[in-house]
């Protein structure tokens, strides 16, 4: 068992099948197979359930696969740490959609012309699935909404949120939870900190209202457009979507508005492709601890 097995392995796991596993690697099908193949002898189990054309990992796959990611990581950080302090390999980077769209174009532009060695690998999602992927090894950092207080991961503020409230634009004005009390309200799946912050502001109200669950930026605006329903957005994002013309936007409560977006990594572990990223971030007012 090598690092170039652990490779392979994990990227048959995650493209679900060999071709898709060697096209990603640059690698004859052969190859990946006969890799995979060793390895399970090695190990004298099966990591893999063949199903059709698709792989997909057995128990023993699953559990293995907690472990690779831990040795590669390792494996990445030792080559960094024999050439030098020198950010280089893959920076597996955790986003929130919104701060995607808005926010790190122009900070991800400058990182790459200073540190051309580092290959981002970009993943969006919810706070809460973004929290469990870095506990979980599966992202090195990200940038999340509202972070935890949790004694195993450390934050740094990023960007200060303004978030509205967005209606059609024929909506009558918002100015407490009753005006919308009727409104279908669109947002992200559980999980999202910006959910949570509607949901509190919305009180008993939020209990009866209808909610249909979308997974993008562009979706939601859409909708609200149409006259779907009402959401709760970032405004730095309203003008990254061509529809954000297309609704009103309705301010609301400092304590709800106001979020910081911070840069969550895990304490105490050296990785200077991450500090390298954390050292071009704009201090916000608030400070590294203040949950947003």
């Known amino acids: ?19 898709a596993a060697a096209r990603r690697l640059h690698r004859v099908q052969s190859s990946v197979t006969m890799r995979i193949q060793h390895l399970e002898q090695s190990l004298g189990t099966a990591l893999f359930i063949r199903e059709r054309r698709r792989m997909v990992l057995s128990p023993a796959g699953e559990l293995f696969r907690g472990y690779v990611d831990q040795l590669l990581e390792l494996g990445e950080r030792a080559r960094a740490a024999a050439a030098g302090d020198a950010p280089q390999g893959a920076l597996r980077l955790g986003t929130l959609e919104s701060t995607a769209a808005s926010r790190l174009p122009p900070l991800l532009s400058a990182y790459h012309r200073a540190h051309k060695a580092v290959r981002v690998e970009l993943v969006t999602g919810t706070t809460d699935a973004l929290v469990e992927a870095l506990l979980e090894r599966r992202v090195d950092a990200a940038f999340v909404a509202e972070a935890p207080r949790d004694p195993r991961l450390e934050a740094r503020a990023a960007f200060a ?65 149409s006259g779907t329903g009402v959401a709760l957005v970032p405004r730095s994002v309203l003008a990254t979507v061509r529809s954000g013309r297309n609704v009103r936007a309705h301010p609301l409560p400092r304590s709800i508005a106001r979020v910081v977006t911070a840069l969550l990594r895990r304490r105490n572990e050296r990785a200077p492709a991450i500090d390298a990223l954390q050292s071009l971030l704009t201090p916000t007012r608030h400070s590294s601890r203040e949950p947003a």
């Open 161 to 225: 949120e303004a978030l509205v409230l967005i209606t059609p634009r024929d909506h009558p004005a918002v100015h407490a939870p009753r005006d919308v009390a009727l409104d279908t309200i669109i947002a992200f799946p559980a999980g999202c900190a910006y959910r949570r912050r509607l949901a509190r502001w919305l009180g008993p109200a939020h209990a009866a209202a209808r909610v249909l669950e979308l997974a993008s930026y562009h979706a939601i605006v859409a909708c609200v457009a």
């Open 1 to 19: 068992m090598d690092f170039a097995d652990l490779a392979v392995f994990k990227a048959v796991a995650e493209e679900g099948g060999v071709t």
